[in-house]
């Protein structure tokens, strides 16, 4: 069973794209956008194919500073 998937995607022998599953269905995104080594961007996903919400680090300070939800339209 997937509980993690993990890629490189600028070819560096880094880590730097991070997906985690519950019950094989994708529930969270990590990613590591300047390649510094620290996670700057979450995606947090629902049904495994929508955009729920992410959360910026926009200053790579370690906390996010950039927050936008997607809810349902009130």
């Known amino acids: 069973m997937k509980e993690r998937e993990v890629l490189d995607h600028n ?3 880094k880590m730097d794209d991070f997906y985690f599953y519950s019950n094989e269905v994708l529930q ?8 510094d080594g620290s996670i ?9 194919v929508y955009v729920e919400r992410y959360e910026r680090d ?6 996010a500073d950039e927050i936008r939800d997607y809810g349902e339209a009130e």
């Open 28 to 35: 969270r995104q990590e990613l590591d956008t300047n390649y």
């Open 11 to 13: 070819h560096d022998g």
């Open 40 to 48: 700057d961007l979450w995606v947090f996903m629902k049904d495994g």
């Open 58 to 63: 926009t200053n790579h300070d370690g906390t």
